[in-house]
């Protein structure tokens, strides 16, 4: 988005407010939820501390190899295509991965201890499996629509829904959950300690990093105001805020409301109070600028590295360093949208050998990186951009999914076609988590099998019969429940596809 249309966006967050002068949020909210009882219905309490999520889609639909080598052998037999043979993944592929021991290291080893794939991200999930900064499902398997379409999948995970047209997304439905229990959340705490307050005075609470996201789909029938709206901003948090930009007959026009106001002309008021709020965002996005090279102008905001923490060098790492980097100094940025750039598509029909392991490898090594980044803020402290001090960090959760699982045959091309069951990676949150979600960190959940037809590409793997499983909106039911939601399956409900809607990951833990 252009700064010019920040600015505009800007200077009309005041206005906002104005508007709906007769009602406050709450009410917004109880007009807009008129032929929408599902929302009226949330039961709230609040949680000890208010959560930040980071949601990391991988857009193509990953292969779920990497996290899950369990069936291997009994996948290679029936494979078209040998997975050990010398043109594919080698010999190791098959073999216990050990580096304890010379001889599996020399010759390869590839299926870690918890059953990771060792080259293509094994070694880091194992380290964050023994840190319990790590939880992996393995049995994310789609029955109420397991549809392999791209759209579909993708709006149903950013939507939480299977009514996936002219629905809001999660951002949208978590905004106008608060904004329906707006009373509630002032009381809220915000990890540095301070009360949440006013949820129009929130500063950058959602956020996009990965442009224009159906996270943040509006529904037309509910109001959302401008400020809880998803937010774009890019991974150098570039000031979208400045007037650097704008024409000098535009700068005239805005110093001009601003003085018309303070000579007390109220018809000017709104607007002119849009630009307090811009610059006071301008002063906060040139603090979180800073951070990423240091400090700010008083040396005490710490960057990641500052903290002693290095990610990789890559699209990708960079972008997860800003969201984490926002969440840390923060506490009022409550949802962000995170893709995977720089790292390539997950979409691997071919070439899956050539490119699947180092991509893997790439994403993990980049969030065992924002592990110690979040962690090592918590045990040194840091500074958040409104000046309070801050050393709890444990509310932070990242999610890791995709459209949707791959086939396990080894196609003719290298790769593996559009399939089901898949892998949800989640990460850290121990003190937003339920006490069965939380327990559950350092663990695999959910064991497979590998079905279809023996020698074709219709192999899969399925959930085991003892298995529990859980559909892609179960994420989003979660994610609600850890902002306080008591009845969260009911936000992923709709009337004609899911009356009952989806329980939250621990409801079958």
Not at 42 to 68: K, W
Not at 324 to 330: P, Q
Not at 404 to 426: A, K
Not at 441 to 453: D, F, N, P, W
Request: charge should be negative; avoid cysteine.
């Amino acid at each position: 988005m252009q700064r010019r249309n920040f600015l505009k966006l800007a200077s009309a967050i005041t206005a906002a407010r104005v508007v709906p002068v007769v009602f406050g949020m709450s009410a917004l909210a109880q007009r807009a939820y008129a032929a929408s009882p599902n929302y009226s219905g949330v039961t709230i309490e609040l949680p000890t501390v208010m959560p930040q999520i980071i949601n990391i889609h991988m857009y193509g639909g990953a292969s779920e190899l990497a996290g899950n080598l369990t069936n291997i052998a009994d996948i290679n037999i029936n494979s078209v295509n040998d997975y050990s043979a010398n043109n594919a993944f080698g010999a190791g592929i098959l073999t216990p991965a050990d580096d304890n021991d010379a001889d599996l290291r020399l010759n390869g080893g590839q299926v870690t201890a918890n059953g990771f794939w060792k080259a293509a991200g094994g070694t880091h999930m194992e380290d964050m499996i023994a840190s319990s900064d790590m939880t992996v499902y393995r049995t994310m398997f789609k029955q109420k629509s397991p549809t392999r379409s791209h759209r579909e999948s993708i709006f149903m995970s950013h939507k939480g829904t299977l009514d996936i047209e002219s629905s809001p997304g999660i951002g949208s439905r978590l905004a106008l959950m608060m904004m329906q229990n707006e009373s509630s959340y002032q009381n809220a705490k915000l990890a540095d300690g301070t009360d949440m307050g006013s949820l129009d005075a929130l500063t950058l609470p959602f956020i996009s990093f990965e442009g224009d996201s159906q996270t943040y789909a509006l529904d037309p029938s509910n109001t959302i105001p401008l400020t809880l709206r998803g937010l774009t901003m890019d991974n150098q948090f570039n000031n979208p805020y400045s007037r650097g930009g704008v024409g000098s007959s535009e700068t005239a026009i805005t110093d001009l409301l601003a003085s018309q106001n303070i000579s007390g002309n109220a018809k000017y008021a709104s607007a002119s109070n849009g630009f307090e709020k811009r610059e006071e965002l301008e002063e906060k996005m040139e603090d979180l600028s800073g951070l990423l090279n240091g400090s700010d102008d008083n040396g005490n905001l710490s960057s990641a590295a500052a903290l002693g923490v290095t990610y990789p060098n890559n699209s990708f790492a960079d972008q997860l360093e800003a969201a984490v980097t926002l969440a840390i100094h923060n506490p009022q940025t409550l949802y962000m949208a995170v893709g995977t750039p720089g790292l390539g598509g997950w979409d691997d029909h071919n070439n899956g050998i050539d490119r699947y392991r180092n991509r893997m490898n790439d994403l993990m090594e980049a969030i065992k990186a924002a592990m110690a980044h979040i962690k090592a803020a918590a045990a040194q402290g840091v500074t958040t951009i409104s000046g309070t001090p801050r050393s709890q960090t444990d509310n932070i959760v990242i999610n890791v999914m995709g459209d949707f699982g791959r086939l396990v045959n080894l196609n003719g091309s290298g790769g593996w076609d559009h399939g089901n069951n898949q892998n949800l990676y989640t990460f850290g949150g121990a003190g937003v988590r339920p006490a069965k979600e939380a327990a559950a960190l350092g663990s695999v959940v959910g064991t497979t099998q590998r079905s279809g037809s023996s020698k074709t590409n219709n192999q899969y793997t399925i959930p085991t019969t003892d298995s529990p499983t859980w559909e892609s909106m179960s994420v989003a039911s979660s994610i609600y429940s850890y902002f306080g939601a008591q009845n969260s399956s009911i936000l992923t409900a709709d009337a004609l596809y899911n009356p009952a809607g989806d329980v939250r990951l621990e409801d079958k833990l």
